[in-house]
């Protein structure tokens, strides 16, 4: 339920993307205690080939995942000007239509200005309820740098969302892109 983006942004992304450019892998400090998973390159489409993704959960005692955060880099053609703010709403209208045909409402905050690993960058953070009661939120942040596109995801339980926000500004300040 807190992964319906990714797809859709190997999608959006894989469009601009390089055909056989390899991306380098940008370096993440995950949070301990967090569980990394080995995830391949994204494959579905010819033009995603480069497309690194990189996550990690945050997981309950009972081993259940709470919070999920995921890094996606894709490679950029040198001569093609990607619409930053154009992919983050494609991807949170996206978001909202997956969580709505689950029976959820979302709404989301403007995009705006942030950082992501020391580059400028653009965020959105989506609310989602079910009747009534807040029972996740969903961040996006993509930025642009050395011919690449990065966006670092993470999703959670409301409660745990609030709780973690420390660990992401974490991950976020460390990142190296």
């Known amino acids: 339920m807190i992964r319906p983006f990714l797809s859709l942004f190997v999608l959006l992304i894989a469009t601009v993307a390089g055909t056989g450019v390899q991306a380098d892998e940008p370096q ?3 949070p ?3 569980v990394v998973e080995p995830l391949p390159a994204a494959t579905d489409a010819p033009a995603a080939v480069g497309t690194l993704r990189q996550r990690a959960t945050k997981n309950d005692s009972a081993g259940n995942a709470v919070m999920v955060m995921e890094l996606t ?3 950029v053609e040198p001569d093609h000007q990607v619409n930053l703010q154009g992919v983050l709403l494609e991807m949170r209208k996206s978001i909202q239509k997956d969580f709505f045909q689950g029976g959820y409402q979302s709404v989301c905050n403007k ?4 950082m992501l690993g020391g580059v400028t960058a653009l965020e959105t953070t989506c609310t989602i309820t079910q009747n009534g009661r807040h029972v996740l939120s969903q961040a996006l942040v993509a930025a ?3 011919g690449k596109a990065y966006v670092l995801s993470y999703a ?3 409660q745990v ?3 973690s926000q420390d660990e992401v500004q974490s991950v976020r300040n460390s990142l190296k892109l």
């Open 156 to 158: 959670g339980q409301a």
């Open 32 to 34: 301990q205690g967090w």
């Open 144 to 146: 642009l740098n050395g």
């Open 73 to 75: 880099t894709t490679p």
């Open 111 to 114: 995009i705006h200005a942030a």
């Open 161 to 163: 969302f609030v709780e």
């Open 28 to 30: 993440v400090a995950w």
